[in-house]
């Protein structure tokens, strides 16, 4: 079975802080993808990465990044100088590798980050 | 990425009715989709696996006769959520595979009164 824990519910930060959002994931797959998606108040799911379990290089997309460590299965999400509109409820999520479970997706129960002026 | 169109974005309906959400495929021909619910404030579920030309794909604990899931075209899934009840009122979203990736409709909002 795979599983998905976000410890975090819900964080609050001003503006311009730096914020980790914490992901541990459990599989018993020898490969499998991971993935953070974005969901502002409207509901819409905002893909924002998806890691593959073979590439466990960091990445950075400008105020983003990722750090995947396979060891501690954990692929935590940083946002650096957070804005306004970073606020949203952030989720991780973890699927298989094969052709059809690797769009069938497990995610977390999800981070509500709130960005204060 | 492929574009996925989910229709309608809201619905508010009478309890004992039934409502029919869908989920289109516009660029390119999807054999598979998915549909998840959210409740408020909590994470997404997978309901169920929708596969072109053939029954879908429950997950436990989720009630087929209930919801209905139809495949009948590679570019286009329904969901019927049938006598719908408040407990039903929940975010639908549907996902649709393309190679290994998943995209995502907008999202239903059902409202059960």
């Known amino acids: 079975a795979q599983k998905v824990t976000q410890a975090q519910t819900e964080i609050s930060v001003v503006e311009k802080e730096d914020v980790t959002l914490d992901c541990v994931y459990e599989?018993?797959?020898?490969?499998?993808?991971l993935f953070w998606y974005k969901q502002p108040p409207s509901g819409e799911l905002v893909f924002l990465i998806r890691r593959n379990s073979f590439d466990e290089q960091n990445e950075i997309s400008g105020r983003y990044s990722w750090n995947f460590q396979k060891s501690t299965s954990s692929f935590n999400f940083t946002i650096t100088a957070s804005q306004v509109v970073d606020s949203a409820v952030y989720f991780c999520a973890l699927s298989g590798y094969g052709e059809t479970s690797g769009s069938r997706l497990t995610f977390g129960e999800g981070t509500q980050l709130t960005v204060n002026p | 990425g492929a574009v996925v169109s989910q229709h309608p974005s809201w619905v508010i309906c009478k309890s004992g009715t039934s409502v029919k959400i869908e989920c289109r495929s516009l660029d390119f021909q999807a054999t598979t989709m998915f549909w998840y619910r959210q409740f408020p404030k909590q994470s997404l579920m997978l309901m169920a696996t929708s596969n072109e030309g053939s029954k879908a794909t429950y997950e436990q604990g989720v009630e087929k006769d209930k919801f209905l899931i139809n495949h009948a075209s590679l570019t286009l899934s329904t969901l019927t959520v049938t006598s719908a009840h408040p407990e039903d009122s929940s975010f639908y979203i549907c996902?649709?595979?393309?190679?290994?990736?998943?995209?995502f409709g907008q999202g239903t909002r059902l409202t059960v009164v």
């Open positions: 599989t018993r797959d020898t490969t499998y993808y």
């Open positions: 996902s649709v595979k393309w190679g290994t990736e998943a995209f």
